[in-house]
């Protein structure tokens, strides 16, 4: 187990630079997970760690030793890969075993680490099965036990899930956490599956662009995005953003202080429908979403902006009506426009 | 509807015959080779179209007896066995290299390999031959024939390794790089085994290449290092008039090559649909 820090770290590939100067700490045992729109440096970011990227700029140190110059094998990280990267000549036991065996560990610790790993992860049926017998789910798993076997320091994910069909990717999301709670070991884990993020991290890494926009536990992301990007990334639905002229009333008599150019961000599930007295928006009606537990209803505004509101009843009003909003002043994120 | 049925019909018929027709062609003068090596040089001559006649041995007791087929056998087996190793030894490196570490030059050192088959083998033929009589004194040895035949087979053998190899999931390669396997490791353990069927079918196809070039191992032997191609170059006779003879040898000098190619059929294919794991 160890603590991770990286500092100004860049990459380049021949003149593109993808990672502009990041600096991260992460601590001991920490779950994080890094999430971002596709292209913005994520899997890079994790393989710069893990040592399959060469380091342009800046330092990245694992423990107490800086890891810049270390071979991956050397480094105390394990990775799993997305579409799993099993070794397809070998049986599950051997691809479980493959690192320990090139470390030349004695065949009963070999023996007894395979075993538990996979008795953690229910696998221990499948050890002689090649990797092209087993499903999505159950290779999964084996890659996760060729990671854990080796005991590293801290384990990498990328997009662990990303290949596994809806209801498999809840269930190992699960075990992914369980595991975590288990072996207290520090994980890093990419996915631009905001979801998957908010439900495993201690802390949140938002990427954009090779940045890092904002680092913060979940609820301090939901509740304090520092910028629209951030805002609008994490949650679902998304976070409606709402310029001054399509408010009902003056902006700064909504939020104190509030410039004329600033924008509002209120998420769906915090819009409140009330009378057009009280309002702060209104809206015409569009389309409903039933989702069954609550519904989308999704409006828009006078200057054609859409925006989602998530109640917990069908508003009765016929499509084309004009609906009145308005919420409570802390679920208000006042955000200037760069 | 009924347009379609009769097409397909057509192309039931069209298309097999067709098929059938141009396999014939192909292999008409194979047959025709074989059949003459079984007549006598009188037969072999006469300008009928000949299928009927008395069978004889004599032509190949002749090659074995007077002609030292076993020689010249013996040559091309040792000279394309050890061609064959000697490109994998360096071409399997080499591929490796450019498939998993590429540089930016590493296309242009791809199409550079493959450039040098575009010079016609006529144009050094002088100097190849004056070099290796005069200065290396290496004229008609195994070892000349040798280094020739994987020197003109190097290029295709790295353009199919590196097919090969390219086609193995780089996570692959990056999963055993984080396992801690070192680079011979890495060949020994991972490359190799998951690009077997490629590996085999590029050495069968070296060897063939090997054992059927002509145009080096007819003018840089005499007699030492002499191959089947030798063999069959020396019973040529312009005038037509050992027919029979030249049949023979010529026979003798493929099947080997045949024989190899029919047993290893089935291993290639299997080899070949043993697919990664993605
Ligand atoms: N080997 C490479 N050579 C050049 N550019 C690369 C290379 N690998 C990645 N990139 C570029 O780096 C950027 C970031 O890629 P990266 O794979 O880290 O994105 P990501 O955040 O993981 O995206 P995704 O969610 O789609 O996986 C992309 O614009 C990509 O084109
Ligand atoms: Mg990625």
Known sequence: ?338 | MAIVAQTSNLGKIFWPALAWLISIIFFFPIFWMVLTSFKTDADAVKPEFLIFFKPTLENYFNMTDNYDYWRFAINSTITSIFATLFSLFVGVPASYVMAFNPTKNTKNILIWMLSTKMLPAAAVLYPMTFITKNFLNIYDTHFLIILVLCLINLPIVIWMLFTYFKEIPKEIIEASRMDGVNTWGELKEIIIPLAWGGLASTALLCFIFCWNEAYWTVRLTTNEAATLSKLIEGNRAPEGLFFGRLSAVSSAAVAPIVILGWFCQRQLVKGLTFGAVK
Do not use: W
């Not at chain 1, 990041?22 to 292209?39: A, H, Y």
């Not at chain 1, 924008?263 to 819009?271: F, N, S």
């Not at chain 1, 859409?306 to 002043?329: C, D, R, V, Y």
């Open chain 1, 1 to 338: 187990m160890a603590k991770l820090k990286i500092k100004n770290l860049k990459k380049s590939y021949e003149n593109e630079q993808i990672i502009h100067g990041v600096n991260l700490e992460i601590k001991d045992g920490e779950f994080v997970v890094f999430v971002g729109p596709s292209g913005c440096g994520k899997s890079t970011l994790l393989r710069l760690i893990a040592g399959l990227e060469e380091i342009t700029e800046g330092e990245i140190s694992i423990g107490d030793k800086v890891v810049n110059e270390i071979a991956p094998s050397k480094r105390g990280v394990a990775m799993v890969f997305q579409n799993y990267a099993l070794y397809p000549h070998m049986n599950v036991y051997k691809n479980m075993s493959f690192a320990l065996r090139q470390a030349r560990m004695n065949k009963d610790e070999i023996n007894r680490r395979v075993k538990n790993a996979a008795e953690i992860l229910q696998i221990s049926d499948f050890l002689l099965k090649t990797p092209r017998s087993l499903s999505g789910g159950q290779r999964q798993r084996v890659a996760i036990g060729r990671a854990i076997v080796r005991e590293p320091d801290v384990f990498l994910f990328d997009e662990p899930l990303s290949n596994l069909d809806a209801a498999l990717r809840v269930n190992t999301r699960l075990e992914i956490a369980r595991l975590h709670k288990r072996l207290g070991t520090t994980m890093i884990y990419v996915t631009h599956d905001q979801v998957e993020a908010m439900t495993l991290a201690d802390k949140i890494v938002v990427l954009n662009n090779g940045k890092i926009e904002q680092i913060g536990s979940p609820i301090e992301l939901y509740e304090n995005p520092l910028n629209m990007f951030v805002a609008g990334f994490i949650g679902s639905p998304k976070m409606n953003f709402l310029n001054s002229k399509t408010l009902t009333k003056n902006i700064s008599t909504i939020v104190k202080g509030a410039k004329r150019e600033d924008i509002i961000g209120i998420r769906p599930e915090h819009l409140l429908k009330t009378t057009y007295t009280k309002s702060i928006i209104s809206a015409r009606l569009d389309l409903i979403e039933n989702l069954g537990e609550n519904v989308l209803v999704h409006m828009i505004l006078n200057n054609d902006d859409q925006i989602i509101a998530k109640m917990n009843t069908a508003p009765k009003e016929p499509i084309g009506t004009k609906l009145h909003f308005t919420a409570n002043i802390k679920n208000l994120h006042l955000f200037n426009k760069k």
